[in-house]
């Protein structure tokens, strides 16, 4: 199978499509990038008037598609993506829990892919699943890898049984750090700290500790013993948040109910 020519075709410019879009402007993508959304932010305005994005064009037959709206969307533009699918249109989908037997049957081609990236890929530091179909030529495989990689780091491609778990893990995962920081930041509070200092604390520690992490051949866990010294402040901390139903046992809930939730989407 050939390779794509470059271009790209970008249905949704919410959150995700914009972080795709952004990561692919960021790297100095050479092709053009077409946004179709209903409503466009600030931020797409200001990309159409430099002249990175083309927004709304005239619906056409994609080189690649990449569909990036809420999975409920999808019925509903069904119509329209397929104007946009020719027999060598390569189709990625962001959407959680559209399953690649599903796009294929929908979209009339067997050429389909699923990536799972997060927000963070806006700023070049995410985290992206690959999932590719059986029998997937590997120069799509190889383009949609190199077509993500702006965004941060790729995994995969992997197994479809492996992305509802996986995108519980790095789809959901940055609401998951943005919480934490969120409610650091209400305990300063709490205990008597102004609100923008234990903003800032809490922002600054979250980032740090994840730089720190990603530097370090130590996994996380020896990473918290290092700092947590016996009868320390540290160690009063964690026996609080690691206690019989605190963070740990949470966590796993969480991620079961996004697995959960992420499989009801698909039908499965």
Request: hydrophobic residues 45%; charged residues 20%.
């Amino acid at each position: 199978m050939a390779r794509p020519e470059p271009g790209l075709t970008l249905v949704g410019g919410g959150r995700m499509g914009s972080a795709l879009a952004g990561g692919w402007i960021k790297s100095g993508y050479a092709g053009p990038i077409a946004v179709l959304t209903p409503r466009p932010s600030d931020l797409l305005r200001s990309w159409e008037n430099d002249g990175k994005i083309r927004l709304n064009p005239e619906s056409a037959t994609a080189s690649t598609l990449v569909i990036a709206v809420k999975p409920q969307v999808f019925p509903k533009i069904l119509d329209e993506l397929r104007t946009m699918v020719g027999p060598d249109t390569l189709v990625l989908s962001v959407m959680a829990g559209i399953t690649l037997s599903s796009l294929a049957d929908k979209l009339g081609t067997s050429r389909v892919a699923r990536a799972m990236p997060n927000t963070p890929g806006l700023v070049g530091e995410g985290m992206t699943l690959l999932c590719m179909p059986e029998g997937a030529a590997d120069d799509d495989t190889a383009y949609l890898q190199e077509l993500l990689t702006p965004l941060g780091a790729v995994e995969g491609p992997l197994g479809e049984n492996q992305i509802s778990a996986a995108t519980a893990l790095s789809g959901c995962g940055p609401a998951y750090a943005f919480l934490l920081a969120e409610v650091m930041a209400a305990a300063g509070v709490a205990h008597g700290l102004d609100e923008a200092l234990a903003l800032r604390l809490a922002q600054k520690t979250v980032q740090g500790a994840g730089a720190l992490m990603m530097d370090s051949d130590e996994p996380p866990s020896t990473l918290r013993e290092n700092v947590t010294s016996p009868g320390g402040v540290t160690k009063a901390a964690l026996d609080v948040l690691m206690r019989d139903g605190a963070m740990p046992s949470l966590m796993k809930e969480a991620v079961a109910e996004a697995i959960r939730r992420d499989r009801e989407l698909s039908g499965d």
